[in-house]
């Protein structure tokens, strides 16, 4: 059989069957139909196309061979999809071809550049395109699907260079003009590109198909009679508003207009009230009717009536054509979206999300359009997926966004801006939500919410928001449909873990039991009777009530906490249906997600509004037993993390800088209860299963969540059980395990019961250097954190106990601290941060006795080299942060040769380098402070490693407003505090020597020194970094003693007057300064 002879439908069998070819049997097909391209009649062509479609689906880049020929100069898929091209049916098929060579699966190589460009440039020029008059509105609408999966193919392959030659602009502005592609009532104007801006200023304005507006002139489809209208839209509008325009404030006014929905003009026709759907009616100007918006998107043509039962399924069948279409062009776009970076995304806000800032303009048309009013449930998801996508990791954008003042400038800031399109945001996903009838969209909705709520900065916005979500989701929660229900409580968990504590969520977890929870299992719930709820103020009153006195309100118990702990041990009602359906469970509980996502609920709870869950201690405590009870691994590891939340709520009403009286925080024996009844439970079970190291990795996190206080008062069996546990699962093969264990037992050593038992101590130190050497980087990191909580616990025994302690302690073990700390500070960053931090305090802890040991002498030369190439190398700011600390914890020990030492000058060099020039203010600090702690003269060595000493200060001092960081800025007074108190010192120190160094430094930068050091002396500290003198009046004492220090030092008079002088200048002009 010859080519010229061969039945098209042969090949067309390929596409039909989806038959998967070879490698070998791709080669000779692509071959043959290629072949039968170019030799066929013209009106095989479209068929023979279907099957190249076929056989190239998912194999684009194994026919690199033919390649050129399709897609290449002059390629026959070029030519068939050329605008000039007549035949549309052949134009369609090679667009599928073309689709069909992009698609990929992941993990499978992608299409080369070239050939996806000249594919994007195609696809790019039919969706430009305008539908020729003689083409079916059907099939264009199926070749604009095959263009559209065509490009979200592309964009899935690889990153795309969109922001060349306004690729993205030109793209985003197809897409949403595709996005409402046969929506009723709206005919947009859409720019050819789309470009980045503020506002949506050059945009064209919706205009209706139904009716004209005042600001286009487009003719109406209705024909030619000539309807008085807009008399008729006035009234229309006058009838949204419930509550007039009397206000003549312009703030009354704005917050009066962000209460509208005003989609366009045809929105009128299909008003959207915030009612019940069950009450709400709105006018139908084309019908002459009332009905209710809920039913809206079932009336989507101007003409039905006017079509018989046949036209009517065309009609029918045109719409689902351009449903698909508006989908399509939707899931392109939630790839665009994925595939751009945030800040590239973000410049085109304005052109996909509502925001109400011009007063008086009518809505531009944004993705909440198609989800309030497109007729198909898909569609309208689709459009919250991407608003979702939009709005994930967004918390960065919208923290500028601020409205809690009131606005009264001449321009409207990015800040207000960004706050109306959130309030936008907020009004349209609630009417959306009011409004919905399938639970899949309804899921879409509740998602999109949670996204929305997990990124807005509430803090800097007027309250209320948070209310309106509140009430409105309340009832979903028994929602019959389980996607639902775990979407509700995904939300609320978003409420209670946005900036907690809010005081708006504070007085929401007050509210009675009883609030909201109505008509459960409805598929929309109707229990809002006030058809104006939205434009009421539903936030309690905050008069009165600051968020700081919030803690110590009276409260009801809290109902969501009573709501999550039914869902996760009650059996469910039986209320239930659709999905929950296909769960088979031997059990009456709740479907699992539900009851996760109630525990996870649960744990935001504990974790931001500890002080409101703090009265179901024991009741939460039983709850997290009964899901480590459980069978199901998911349900154990989630009861595990809430019972540490719990522990470490606790924990944070007992730390130093906690704001929480006394008076309210949990009695350490009822903490004592809580942790007995835990460690007489499932807790020991979990932490040695060893077939769920998840589980494990949580139970250990659970256990060293305890209260040191009650850990002090449990029973001794049960702190050796804890104990023994703990180092027993420091041996674990889970890394995960492994270093949860060690980091628990890094928290034990702190505490004052445990850190004074020798044995202790050292089986914790036996356990870390194990760990230590671990070959998992994220057990070293744990293991190095220990380790400095380990070396910090010796430093406070050794001055409580003295030298008793560190006799007793071991010497030898003391030596494999110390060697591999030293070789822990060559490891990661994240290791070498706490390896320092524990060779500074190694280093301090040895007596002369260690020193003097031949053992002792080359490890304590390595640590100290190590440390000062830490501070000198290029690594994390927080790494010479602690090496410079580290090095101040070296020069408290009198032990060491300090100031004779070779190591002497290169500790003081390193440090005076980083004082006078490294970026980081916090270093800096460091290292001036480390700079003043050696407590003798012989410490800082000869006078001319002094005189180096002083003039990195004096010159630190001078810079000490040079950054290029606006961030560094707030350290700047904390550093010249230290600085002007590491000169004061080193002058309490000197002697003849050093004079003359000291007075040549004074004469020629004195006068800058001179305010300097006035501010030091009058100022309080305005942090931690300088609290050795933290009072005026203790710095005024130091420079008096340094004074008197000075005139007794036996010099030359030359030397000795000027410097003293010019110190009683100071101190008289401070005095000054005070007295004024």
């Not at 062509?45 to 099957?51: G, V």
């Not at 060349?164 to 859409?190: Q, R, S, T, V, W």
């Not at 969520?505 to 229990?527: C, E, F, I, K, Y």
Request: glycine letters at 4%.
């Amino acid at each position: 059989m010859t080519l010229t002879t061969a039945p098209p439908r042969t090949l067309y069998i390929l596409h039909n069957a989806q038959v998967i070819v070879d490698e070998r049997s791709l080669d000779f097909l692509v071959f043959y139909i290629v072949q039968a391209l170019k030799q066929c009649s013209s009106w095989t062509h479209a068929e023979i196309l279907q099957a190249l479609a076929a056989v190239v689906y998912s194999n684009g880049p194994k026919c690199q061979k033919y390649l050129p020929e399709l897609l290449g100069k002059d390629g026959l898929l070029l030519r068939f999809t050329d605008p000039a091209n007549s035949d549309i049916e052949n134009r369609r098929a090679a667009l599928h071809c073309m689709t069909n060579l992009c698609y990929s699966v992941p993990g499978q190589q992608y299409l080369d550049e070239p050939y996806r460009s000249v594919c994007f440039r195609t696809f790019l020029e039919v969706l430009q395109s305008t539908k020729p008059t003689e083409v079916d509105d059907l099939i264009f609408c199926s070749l604009l699907q095959n263009v559209l999966k065509g490009i979200q193919s592309i964009l899935n392959g690889g990153k795309m260079k969109l922001a060349e030659n306004d690729k993205l602009g030109c793209l985003l502005a197809l897409l949403k003009k595709y996005m409402f592609h046969g929506l009723p009532g709206l005919n947009l104007e859409i720019p050819a590109v789309l470009y980045p801006a503020p506002l949506p200023q050059y945009e064209g304005k919706p205009v209706t198909k139904q009716e004209p507006t005042e600001s286009s002139s487009t003719p109406t489809q209705t024909g030619n009679k000539k309807k008085k209208t807009r008399p008729k839209h006035k009234k229309e509008h006058a009838g949204d508003e419930t509550t007039p325009h009397t206000e003549d404030d312009a703030d009354t006014r704005l917050l009066h207009r962000m209460d509208q929905l005003h989609l366009s003009n045809a929105d009128a026709q299909n008003n959207f009230s915030m009612s019940p759907p069950s009450t709400a009616v709105v006018y139908d100007t084309r019908r002459g009717t009332f009905s209710s918006p809920s039913l809206s998107w079932k009336r989507v043509t101007s003409s039905e009536s006017e079509y018989s039962d046949t036209e009517g399924g065309m009609q029918n069948k045109l719409r689902s054509y351009q449903a698909r279409v508006r989908q399509g062009a939707l899931i392109c776009f939630l790839s665009t979206v994925k595939s751009l970076e945030k800040k590239v995304l973000y410049g085109y806000w304005s052109s996909f999300v509502p925001d109400t800032s011009a007063i008086g303009s009518p809505h531009s048309v944004s993705l909440m359009t198609i989800a309030l009013k497109d007729p198909s449930p898909k569609t309208r998801a689709s459009a919250l997926q991407v608003l979702s996508a939009m709005l994930e990791g967004s918390k960065q954008f919208l923290s500028v966004a601020e409205d809690a003042s009131n606005h009264r400038q001449a321009f409207t800031p990015l800040s207000v801006t960004l706050a109306f399109s959130i309030r936008e945001l907020h009004r349209c996903l609630l009417l959306a939500l009011v409004a919905e009838s399938s639970s899949q969209t309804l899921t879409q909705i509740i998602k999109c919410l949670a996204h929305l709520v997990s990124n807005v900065p509430y803090n800097r916005l007027k309250p209320g928001l948070l209310t309106r979500v509140w009430n409105q989701i309340k009832p979903y929660i028994r929602h019959r449909d389980v996607n639902v229900r775990v979407s509700s409580l995904t939300l609320l968990g978003a409420i209670v873990s946005a900036q907690a504590p809010l005081p708006e969520v504070q007085l929401l977890l007050q509210q009675p039991s009883s609030s909201g929870l109505l008509n459960s299992g409805s598929a929309t719930p109707r229990h809002l009777n006030d058809s104006e709820w939205w434009r009421k103020p539903q936030l309690l009153e905050l008069d009165g009530h600051s968020k700081d006195n919030l803690e110590v309100l009276p409260s009801e118990p809290c109902w969501l906490v009573h709501q999550c702990i039914t869902i996760i041990v009650l059996p469910r009602e039986e209320y239930h249906s659709d999905s929950d359906t296909n769960t088979t469970s031997s059990c009456s509980y709740e479907p699992s997600p539900v009851r996760l996502e109630a525990l996870q609920v649960l744990a935001y709870l504990v974790k931001g509004y500890f002080s409101i869950t703090q009265s179901f201690l024991l009741e939460l405590g039983d709850v997290a037993c009964k899901c480590m009870e459980e069978a199901d691994p998911s349900v154990q590891l989630h009861g595990a993390k809430l019972l540490e939340e719990l522990g470490s709520g606790i924990i944070q009403q007992y730390k130093s800088d906690s704001s929480v009286p006394p008076s309210h925080r949990i009695p350490v024996q009822l903490a004592v209860t809580f942790w007995s009844t835990m460690l007489s439970g499932p807790l020991p079970v979990a932490l040695q299963n060893i077939q769920h190291p998840t589980l494990q990795t949580s139970a250990c996190d659970a256990l060293s969540s305890i209260l040191p206080e009650a850990f002090n008062k449990l029973q001794n069996d049960r702190q050796i059980l804890c104990i023994t546990v703990l180092l027993g699962l420091n041996h674990s093969e889970n890394p995960l395990v492994k270093a949860a264990a060690v980091r628990a037992l890094g928290v034990y050593i702190l505490f004052p019961c445990l850190r004074q038992d020798v044995m202790f101590v050292a089986d914790t130190a036996n356990a870390v250097l194990t760990s230590l050497g671990d070959k998992s980087p994220n057990v070293r990191a744990k293991a190095a954190w220990s380790l400095g909580n380990l070396t910090d616990t010796l430093i406070a025994n050794m001055e409580v106990m003295g030298k008793s302690f560190q006799e007793e302690f071991s010497d030898l073990l003391l030596l494999k601290l110390l060697k591999l700390a030293t070789q822990a500070s060559k490891d990661k960053d994240k290791v070498k941060s706490n390896a320092v931090r524990a060779l500074g305090n190694l280093l301090h802890f040895l007596q002369s006795y260690h020193i003097e040991k031949p053992q002792f002498r080359e490890s304590v030369e390595d640590a100290l080299q190590a440390l000062i190439l830490t501070v000198q190398s290029d690594v994390t700011m927080k790494v010479r942060w602690n090496a410079c600390y580290a090095l101040g914890n070296v020069f408290k020990n009198s032990a060491l040769p300090l100031g004779t030492a070779p190591w002497s000058a290169q500790a003081y060099s390193a440090l005076t380098s980083v004082v006078k020039s490294c970026k980081n203010f916090k270093v800096r600090i460091k290292s001036a402070m480390a700079l003043s702690i050696p407590s003798t003269r012989r410490c800082y060595g000869s006078p001319e490693q002094y005189s180096e000493i002083w003039n990195a200060l004096i010159l630190a001092l001078e810079k000490s407003e040079d950054t290029q960081d606006f961030l560094e800025f707030k350290y700047c007074t904390s550093l010249r505090t230290q600085i002007c108190q590491a000169l004061i010192h080193l002058l309490s120190l000197a002697d003849s020597g050093d004079l003359p160094c000291i007075k040549k430094s004074l004469m020629e930068k004195g006068s800058t020194t001179k305010s300097y050091l006035l501010y030091y002396l009058n100022s309080k500290v305005e942090g931690d970094e300088a609290i050795e003198f933290s009072q005026p009046y203790e710095r005024f004492s130091m420079l008096q003693e340094t004074v008197k220090h000075i005139c007794n030092i036996k010099a030359a008079p030359e030397y000795t007057v000027p410097i003293v002088k010019y110190l009683e200048e100071v101190m008289s002009s401070s005095m000054e300064a005070v007295m004024s």
